[in-house]
């Protein structure tokens, strides 16, 4: 469960160890962890849902993984908890992605290396599997057609984020959110060659 969903005290403690880690403050990162880490494993742990037990890449290690690549970005500016988990299932997904791609190459190049993990990955609606490198084709796609869209499905499908969540997050209403999802689903559908959801 979502450690700030019925107390807000975890979310307002972590959107001030946030401003400090935006100011270079390397404790503040330690300190941040616990307060976002319940959500982070939730995320990373459905990229993996349907996997075997023994890959040689877990949630723990992608939550971590990707944890660090954010607390040391010289690029960072969260402005809240949900804020900075909402880029870490970004970066999650550019993990998993570039994972995908070193593999496929050494199969080109007959490595004999193997990395258990697939490349696919559960979608959070039908629990239907889709190649993460074929979705994230998808997914620049959109973005060249409609970057806020594709932001939206990033938030909503890496993420796991609800409506209200992605509006408070790019600062739109509700309405204008609902509504792009359900066109970039149906753009997504057609271009994965699915049926979409509901």
Not at 41 to 52: H, K, L, N, S
Not at 139 to 167: H, N
């Amino acid at each position: 469960m979502d450690q700030g969903a019925d107390n807000p005290q975890p979310d307002i403690d972590a959107t001030r160890l946030l401003a400090r880690v935006n100011d270079g403050d390397s404790s503040a990162a330690n300190a941040l962890l616990p307060l976002v880490y319940a959500q982070l494993r939730a995320i990373a742990g459905g990229y993996f849902r349907g996997e075997p037990a023994d890959q040689t890449l877990q949630p723990t290690a992608l939550v971590h993984e990707a944890y660090l690549k954010l607390v040391r970005s010289t690029e960072s500016d969260w402005q809240s908890r949900m804020h900075f988990c909402a880029v870490a299932a970004t970066a999650m997904r550019q993990i998993l992605q570039d994972r995908a791609r070193r593999r496929r190459a050494r199969k080109r190049g007959g490595g004999a290396q193997r990395e258990p993990l697939t490349d696919q990955i559960q979608t959070p609606a039908n629990g239907a599997t889709l190649d993460i490198l074929t979705l994230n084709d998808a997914l620049e796609k959109l973005e060249e057609l409609s970057p806020r869209k594709a932001r939206i499905v990033e938030l909503r499908f890496f993420g796991g984020l609800t409506i209200e969540q992605v509006a408070s997050v790019l600062d739109v209403s509700h309405t204008t959110i609902e509504n792009e999802w359900r066109v970039a689903r149906a753009w997504l559908s057609r271009e994965l060659g699915e049926e979409p959801s509901s």
